[in-house]
């Protein structure tokens, strides 16, 4: 609410305006120079449980809790005194109180009325209390299908993963077979089993070590952003990638430097765009020549506040026609695919506070492939 000046409001209009007032979705409380309430509409008495006489005469500080109960009177105060605006004038947000003890948010603008040296505050109070629970479940959806993006990449690395389980676990099985004869045959063998069962423990660590990098990667969590380095994000799923890479032949190659400014982000949501756009940048070259199968991962600062990491593939490129659609949702040029993958990551790094997109090689040079980049924003501008 913005500061306007005009009359007081004089008792014999109280009549003709009390209708207006009442016909209002929004708190309106009249206050003098020392914060006391001089009058209130209805929407005022159903919002807090106060009756009119309850009100009228009492601190606009009775109908706040925590520091905005006095916090509210201290700034008129100083107001009064000094003539800088604290909340004169703009809007804010405060923790309300009703009657019976109930916290709410609200949205409170104060704005002032003069007449000669007379001052009256008059503020609006909107409840958000509904507003906050539409913010939560809309975050709650995001959050769901987040995870669900998530397992259904997974599911496509499926053959990959269970590849990189096969090996160890075959060893499990050769080594436990091999010390099983040596016992059979009594001979003094001792050094060989001891060996085999060594064997065994390294691959059991390895294959577990599969499945803890997969499940700390799908399991669901709260959005909690955390001080970090895009070093120590990649690092912590880079074999994850390999193991998708390596089952299609294509070599991938990690160029993020070291001395890159921290950002705040949530890292397993951050973890998922990367891995996205390898996991796109694999399918779009199973055509390509084993020789040329290549993808980089590059992440460098392009501006004071901002680091760009890119992915860059050597296959296909993208069409015009796919250009157009290719971050909307539901749209897909794989016969498997669900069309979430690229919208999702759009939505994650516009979160974030940062931009997803793409552009053709060959827009540069004259290699063939695509280079799909995010941008975050260093710690310091957040």
Known sequence: MTETTQAPIEPSGAVQLDPVLDAMVES????????????INKATTDMFGYTTEELVGQSIGLLMTGPDKSHHVDYLERYRKTGKKRIIGKGREVQAQRKDGTKFPADIAVGEVRSGKLIRFVGLIRDLTEHRQVEEQALRQREEMV???RLSMMGEMAAAMAHELNQPLTAIANYAAASIRLLKQNKDSHEDILGALEEIVSQTHRAGEVIRRTR?????????????SLKKIAAQIRSLAELDTKANNIRLNWNILDDLP????????IQ????NLIRNAVDAMQDTPPDK???TVRAKLTAPQQIRLEVRDEG?????NAAKDIFNTFFTT??????????????IVRTHGGELGFHNNNRYTSSEGATFFFTIPTQVNR
């Open 28 to 39: 309106m409380i009249v206050i003098d120079e020392q914060g006391l309430i001089e009058r």
């Open 147 to 149: 995870n669900v993006s």
């Open 293 to 295: 199968r290549i993808i």
């Open 272 to 275: 998922q765009v990367i891995l």
């Open 334 to 347: 794989k016969t498997t695919g669900m069309g979430m993958g690229l919208a999702i990551c759009r939505t």
């Open 262 to 269: 921290p950002i705040n982000v949530n890292s397993v949501q």
């Open 316 to 320: 296909s490129g993208v069409s015009e």
């Open 216 to 228: 700390n990667f799908t399991k669901s969590g709260e959005a909690i952003n955390e001080g970090t």
